[in-house]
Protein backbone atom coordinates (compact mmCIF):
# COMPACT_ATOMS: atom_id res chain seq x y z
CA UNK A 1 0.00 0.00 0.00
CA UNK A 2 2.96 2.72 0.75
CA UNK A 3 4.55 1.83 -2.51
CA UNK A 4 1.44 2.37 -4.14
CA UNK A 5 1.46 5.37 -2.51
CA UNK A 6 4.91 5.92 -3.08
CA UNK A 7 4.49 5.29 -7.57
CA UNK A 8 1.54 8.12 -7.44
CA UNK A 9 3.52 10.38 -5.44
CA UNK A 10 6.97 10.25 -7.55
CA UNK A 11 5.73 9.48 -11.16
CA UNK A 12 7.21 12.26 -12.33
CA UNK A 13 10.54 11.85 -10.40
CA UNK A 14 12.13 8.86 -10.73
CA UNK A 15 15.11 10.65 -8.94
CA UNK A 16 12.59 11.24 -5.58
CA UNK A 17 11.37 7.92 -5.98
CA UNK A 18 15.08 6.05 -5.57
CA UNK A 19 15.63 8.83 -2.66
CA UNK A 20 12.25 7.85 -0.95
CA UNK A 21 13.35 3.68 -1.14
CA UNK A 22 16.88 4.57 0.14
CA UNK A 23 14.93 6.21 2.97
CA UNK A 24 13.23 3.35 3.55
CA UNK A 25 15.25 0.84 3.42
CA UNK A 26 17.84 2.91 6.32
CA UNK A 27 14.69 3.18 8.49
CA UNK A 28 13.85 -0.92 7.99
CA UNK A 29 17.54 -1.70 8.97
CA UNK A 30 17.67 1.10 11.60
CA UNK A 31 19.39 0.04 15.44
CA UNK A 32 16.17 -0.19 17.35
CA UNK A 33 17.04 0.41 21.25
CA UNK A 34 15.25 -1.25 24.17
CA UNK A 35 11.68 0.69 24.92
CA UNK A 36 11.41 2.32 28.31
CA UNK A 37 10.65 -0.01 30.69
CA UNK A 38 6.77 -0.45 31.78
CA UNK A 39 5.06 0.87 34.70
CA UNK A 40 3.28 -0.83 37.01
CA UNK A 41 -0.72 -1.54 37.18
CA UNK A 42 -2.59 -0.14 39.56
CA UNK A 43 -5.77 -1.27 38.19
CA UNK A 44 -7.45 -3.72 35.59
CA UNK A 45 -10.60 -3.34 34.28
CA UNK A 46 -11.01 -6.49 31.71
CA UNK A 47 -7.98 -5.47 29.22
CA UNK A 48 -7.81 -2.19 30.51
CA UNK A 49 -5.18 -1.61 32.37
CA UNK A 50 -3.84 2.04 34.23
CA UNK A 51 -0.38 2.52 34.57
CA UNK A 52 1.37 4.36 37.68
CA UNK A 53 4.13 6.72 36.53
CA UNK A 54 4.81 7.99 40.03
CA UNK A 55 4.93 10.90 41.05
CA UNK A 56 2.72 13.53 43.78
CA UNK A 57 -0.47 15.05 44.43
CA UNK A 58 -3.96 14.10 42.59
CA UNK A 59 -4.03 11.72 40.02
CA UNK A 60 -3.79 12.98 36.51
CA UNK A 61 -5.41 10.31 34.18
CA UNK A 62 -4.22 9.83 30.42
CA UNK A 63 -6.70 8.72 28.17
CA UNK A 64 -4.50 7.59 24.97
CA UNK A 65 -6.49 7.18 21.62
CA UNK A 66 -7.27 3.63 20.75
CA UNK A 67 -5.26 4.10 17.60
CA UNK A 68 -1.85 3.47 18.40
CA UNK A 69 -0.34 2.09 21.10
CA UNK A 70 -0.39 4.73 24.65
CA UNK A 71 3.29 4.97 24.29
CA UNK A 72 3.07 7.94 22.63
CA UNK A 73 2.66 9.93 25.81
CA UNK A 74 5.98 8.17 26.77
CA UNK A 75 7.79 7.63 23.43
CA UNK A 76 11.51 7.69 25.05
CA UNK A 77 13.72 9.42 27.50
CA UNK A 78 14.00 12.62 26.02
CA UNK A 79 10.26 12.74 24.68
CA UNK A 80 8.10 10.98 28.07
CA UNK A 81 5.13 13.30 28.91
CA UNK A 82 4.33 11.66 31.32
CA UNK A 83 7.57 10.85 33.34
CA UNK A 84 8.58 14.51 33.23
CA UNK A 85 5.01 15.57 34.74
CA UNK A 86 6.03 13.31 37.59
CA UNK A 87 8.66 15.26 38.38
CA UNK A 88 6.53 18.82 38.39
CA UNK A 89 3.99 18.09 40.77
CA UNK A 90 1.54 15.27 39.03
CA UNK A 91 0.79 12.09 39.41
CA UNK A 92 0.06 10.96 35.92
CA UNK A 93 -1.88 7.51 35.15
CA UNK A 94 -2.35 6.25 31.74
CA UNK A 95 -5.21 4.16 30.22
CA UNK A 96 -3.08 1.42 28.25
CA UNK A 97 -6.17 -0.04 26.53
CA UNK A 98 -4.95 -3.45 25.83
CA UNK A 99 -5.11 -5.79 22.83
CA UNK A 100 -8.97 -6.51 21.69
CA UNK A 101 -10.31 -9.82 20.80
CA UNK A 102 -12.87 -11.05 18.15
CA UNK A 103 -15.04 -11.62 21.06
CA UNK A 104 -15.42 -7.98 21.53
CA UNK A 105 -16.53 -7.28 18.49
CA UNK A 106 -19.32 -5.48 19.03
CA UNK A 107 -17.58 -3.02 21.04
CA UNK A 108 -18.26 0.22 19.91
CA UNK A 109 -15.70 3.27 20.82
CA UNK A 110 -18.76 4.45 23.37
CA UNK A 111 -19.02 0.73 25.06
CA UNK A 112 -14.91 1.34 25.58
CA UNK A 113 -15.87 4.53 27.64
CA UNK A 114 -18.47 2.49 29.70
CA UNK A 115 -17.32 -0.86 30.03
CA UNK A 116 -13.75 0.10 30.60
CA UNK A 117 -12.67 3.97 31.02
CA UNK A 118 -15.35 4.56 33.81
CA UNK A 119 -14.61 1.76 35.41
CA UNK A 120 -11.22 2.40 36.04
CA UNK A 121 -12.08 5.88 36.98
CA UNK A 122 -14.24 4.25 39.82
CA UNK A 123 -11.58 1.98 40.72
CA UNK A 124 -9.14 5.11 41.70
CA UNK A 125 -11.52 5.89 44.36
CA UNK A 126 -11.31 9.91 44.65
CA UNK A 127 -11.65 12.79 42.25
CA UNK A 128 -8.86 12.75 39.10
CA UNK A 129 -7.80 15.11 36.45
CA UNK A 130 -8.81 13.99 33.22
CA UNK A 131 -6.67 14.57 30.22
CA UNK A 132 -7.39 13.05 26.68
CA UNK A 133 -5.66 12.87 23.40
CA UNK A 134 -6.55 12.49 20.08
CA UNK A 135 -9.74 9.83 20.04
CA UNK A 136 -8.79 9.64 24.10
CA UNK A 137 -9.87 13.16 24.13
CA UNK A 138 -13.00 12.13 22.86
CA UNK A 139 -13.24 9.54 24.57
CA UNK A 140 -12.19 11.30 27.79
CA UNK A 141 -14.63 13.91 27.25
CA UNK A 142 -17.75 11.87 27.44
CA UNK A 143 -16.42 10.42 30.56
CA UNK A 144 -16.21 13.68 32.57
CA UNK A 145 -20.15 14.02 31.05
CA UNK A 146 -21.14 10.50 33.19
CA UNK A 147 -18.18 10.75 36.08
CA UNK A 148 -17.36 13.64 38.22
CA UNK A 149 -13.69 14.45 37.87
CA UNK A 150 -11.92 17.76 39.05
CA UNK A 151 -10.57 18.79 35.58
CA UNK A 152 -10.96 18.07 32.01
CA UNK A 153 -7.69 18.52 29.36
CA UNK A 154 -8.24 17.79 25.79
CA UNK A 155 -5.41 17.70 23.93
CA UNK A 156 -5.83 17.29 20.15
CA UNK A 157 -9.19 16.15 20.66
CA UNK A 158 -11.91 16.13 17.61
CA UNK A 159 -15.62 16.57 18.53
CA UNK A 160 -17.24 18.42 15.61
CA UNK A 161 -15.63 15.92 13.11
CA UNK A 162 -17.13 17.97 10.18
CA UNK A 163 -14.29 19.78 10.43
CA UNK A 164 -12.32 17.51 8.92
CA UNK A 165 -13.61 18.68 5.55
CA UNK A 166 -15.91 16.84 3.01
CA UNK A 167 -13.23 15.15 0.71
CA UNK A 168 -11.50 13.71 3.87
CA UNK A 169 -14.53 12.60 5.48
CA UNK A 170 -15.78 10.64 2.38
CA UNK A 171 -12.57 9.03 1.81
CA UNK A 172 -12.52 7.82 5.23
CA UNK A 173 -15.84 7.23 5.21
CA UNK A 174 -15.83 5.10 2.34
CA UNK A 175 -12.82 3.15 4.15
CA UNK A 176 -15.36 1.23 6.17
CA UNK A 177 -17.13 -0.36 3.02
CA UNK A 178 -13.66 -1.43 1.22
CA UNK A 179 -12.43 -2.92 4.30
CA UNK A 180 -15.67 -4.26 6.24
CA UNK A 181 -16.08 -7.51 4.37
CA UNK A 182 -12.16 -8.89 5.41
CA UNK A 183 -13.02 -7.17 8.84
CA UNK A 184 -15.92 -9.32 9.25
CA UNK A 185 -14.54 -12.13 8.71
CA UNK A 186 -11.52 -11.39 11.31
CA UNK A 187 -13.57 -9.93 13.42
CA UNK A 188 -11.50 -6.82 14.36
CA UNK A 189 -10.61 -3.89 12.45
CA UNK A 190 -6.88 -3.58 11.06
CA UNK A 191 -4.76 -0.88 12.43
CA UNK A 192 -3.22 -0.94 9.39
CA UNK A 193 -6.23 -0.06 7.72
CA UNK A 194 -6.38 3.08 9.55
CA UNK A 195 -2.41 3.90 8.74
CA UNK A 196 -3.46 3.82 5.17
CA UNK A 197 -6.06 6.50 5.79
CA UNK A 198 -3.58 8.63 7.58
CA UNK A 199 -1.15 8.13 4.59
CA UNK A 200 -3.60 9.73 2.36
CA UNK A 201 -3.84 12.87 4.55
CA UNK A 202 -0.74 14.24 3.17
CA UNK A 203 0.63 11.90 0.68
CA UNK A 204 3.30 14.32 -0.24
CA UNK A 205 4.22 14.37 3.36
CA UNK A 206 4.39 10.42 3.69
CA UNK A 207 6.99 10.65 0.94
CA UNK A 208 9.47 13.19 1.61
CA UNK A 209 9.67 11.87 5.19
CA UNK A 210 11.44 9.38 4.07
CA UNK A 211 13.05 11.42 1.48
CA UNK A 212 15.23 12.88 4.12
CA UNK A 213 15.73 10.36 6.75
CA UNK A 214 18.14 8.79 4.13
CA UNK A 215 20.24 12.06 4.13
CA UNK A 216 20.59 12.02 7.86
CA UNK A 217 23.44 10.08 9.91
CA UNK A 218 22.24 7.08 11.24
CA UNK A 219 23.58 7.70 14.72
CA UNK A 220 22.21 11.34 15.25
CA UNK A 221 19.41 12.44 17.87
CA UNK A 222 17.32 13.03 14.65
CA UNK A 223 17.61 10.16 13.25
CA UNK A 224 16.78 8.12 16.37
CA UNK A 225 13.98 10.29 16.83
CA UNK A 226 12.38 9.21 13.48
CA UNK A 227 12.93 5.41 14.19
CA UNK A 228 11.25 5.66 17.62
CA UNK A 229 8.19 7.79 16.09
CA UNK A 230 7.63 5.56 13.16
CA UNK A 231 7.72 2.35 15.16
CA UNK A 232 5.42 3.34 16.81
CA UNK A 233 2.84 5.16 14.82
CA UNK A 234 3.40 1.49 11.88
CA UNK A 235 2.26 -0.40 15.58
CA UNK A 236 -0.29 -1.16 17.47
CA UNK A 237 -3.49 -3.26 17.99
CA UNK A 238 -6.91 -3.52 15.90
CA UNK A 239 -9.63 -1.83 16.98
CA UNK A 240 -12.83 -4.02 17.38
CA UNK A 241 -15.14 -3.91 14.68
CA UNK A 242 -17.52 -2.11 15.83
CA UNK A 243 -15.32 0.82 17.05
CA UNK A 244 -13.91 0.59 13.31
CA UNK A 245 -17.42 1.17 12.32
CA UNK A 246 -17.83 3.91 14.57
CA UNK A 247 -15.14 5.74 13.73
CA UNK A 248 -15.21 5.94 10.15
CA UNK A 249 -19.12 5.59 9.86
CA UNK A 250 -20.98 7.32 12.87
CA UNK A 251 -18.26 10.05 13.79
CA UNK A 252 -16.61 11.21 10.56
CA UNK A 253 -19.35 10.39 8.06
CA UNK A 254 -22.14 11.60 10.58
CA UNK A 255 -20.95 13.56 12.77
CA UNK A 256 -22.42 12.46 16.01
CA UNK A 257 -21.04 13.55 18.19
CA UNK A 258 -20.91 17.25 17.03
CA UNK A 259 -25.07 16.97 16.22
CA UNK A 260 -25.50 15.69 19.91
CA UNK A 261 -26.32 12.40 18.64
CA UNK A 262 -23.34 10.26 20.65
CA UNK A 263 -24.91 8.14 23.02
CA UNK A 264 -22.87 6.53 25.96
CA UNK A 265 -24.19 4.94 28.89
CA UNK A 266 -27.46 5.57 27.47
CA UNK A 267 -27.90 8.89 26.36
CA UNK A 268 -26.32 11.21 24.38
CA UNK A 269 -23.35 13.26 25.35
CA UNK A 270 -23.32 17.11 25.89
CA UNK A 271 -20.50 19.10 26.26
CA UNK A 272 -21.58 22.10 27.63
CA UNK A 273 -22.48 19.89 30.71
CA UNK A 274 -19.87 19.45 31.84
CA UNK A 275 -19.32 21.34 35.51
CA UNK A 276 -15.54 21.16 35.85
CA UNK A 277 -12.76 23.43 34.42
CA UNK A 278 -11.94 22.37 30.79
CA UNK A 279 -8.64 23.28 29.03
CA UNK A 280 -9.01 22.61 25.33
CA UNK A 281 -5.32 22.21 23.17
CA UNK A 282 -5.85 22.91 19.77
CA UNK A 283 -3.21 22.93 17.15
CA UNK A 284 -4.09 25.37 13.99
CA UNK A 285 -1.42 23.14 12.06
CA UNK A 286 -2.90 19.70 12.77
CA UNK A 287 -3.28 17.58 9.71
CA UNK A 288 -4.93 14.57 11.54
CA UNK A 289 -7.68 16.57 13.89
CA UNK A 290 -8.12 19.82 12.07
CA UNK A 291 -8.70 22.57 14.38
CA UNK A 292 -12.21 22.94 12.69
CA UNK A 293 -12.71 20.05 14.33
CA UNK A 294 -12.36 20.66 18.09
CA UNK A 295 -14.86 21.28 21.15
CA UNK A 296 -13.61 24.80 22.12
CA UNK A 297 -14.71 24.23 25.67
CA UNK A 298 -13.65 25.96 28.83
CA UNK A 299 -9.99 27.86 28.27
CA UNK A 300 -8.67 27.07 24.66
CA UNK A 301 -4.76 27.49 23.75
CA UNK A 302 -3.64 27.25 20.25
CA UNK A 303 -0.37 25.84 19.04
CA UNK A 304 0.57 25.60 15.62
CA UNK A 305 2.30 21.99 16.06
CA UNK A 306 1.80 18.64 14.33
CA UNK A 307 -0.95 16.22 15.51
CA UNK A 308 2.06 14.08 17.18
CA UNK A 309 4.46 17.08 17.26
CA UNK A 310 2.45 18.78 19.80
CA UNK A 311 3.52 15.71 22.54
CA UNK A 312 7.00 14.53 22.03
CA UNK A 313 8.45 17.39 19.00
CA UNK A 314 11.56 19.34 20.18
CA UNK A 315 9.09 22.66 20.58
CA UNK A 316 6.39 20.40 22.85
CA UNK A 317 8.21 20.78 26.28
CA UNK A 318 7.87 24.81 26.13
CA UNK A 319 4.59 24.67 23.83
CA UNK A 320 2.73 21.81 25.70
CA UNK A 321 3.88 20.16 28.41
CA UNK A 322 4.28 23.47 30.43
CA UNK A 323 1.07 25.12 30.02
CA UNK A 324 -0.84 21.94 30.77
CA UNK A 325 1.54 21.11 34.02
CA UNK A 326 1.22 25.33 34.64
CA UNK A 327 -2.78 24.66 34.47
CA UNK A 328 -3.32 21.69 35.98
CA UNK A 329 -0.73 23.28 39.41
CA UNK A 330 -3.33 26.00 39.08
CA UNK A 331 -6.15 23.71 39.94
CA UNK A 332 -4.50 22.43 43.23
CA UNK A 333 -3.96 25.70 44.68
CA UNK A 334 -6.03 25.99 47.45
Not at 200 to 214: I, M
Not at 283 to 302: F, H, N, Q
Not at 308 to 324: C, I, Y
Request: aromatic fraction near 6%; include cysteine.
Amino acid sequence: MFLALLRSETAQSPERMRAALAGLRAYQGAERSAPLPQMPIIARIGRAMLRDYGGSGRPAVFVPSLINPPRVLDLHERSSLLRWLATRGVRPLLVDWGVPSAEERDLDIGGHVEALLLPLLREIGERVDLVGYCLGGTMALAAAARHPVASLALIATPWHFNGFGSDSREALASLWQLAAPAAEQMGVFPMEVLQTAFWQLDPARTVTKFERFGTLDPTSEAAQGFVVLEDWANDGPPLTLAAGRDLLVHMIGEDRPGQGRWNVAGSAVEPNSIGCPVLDIVSTSDRIVPAASAARLGETIELALGHVGMVVGSRAGTELWEPLAGWLSQLRKP
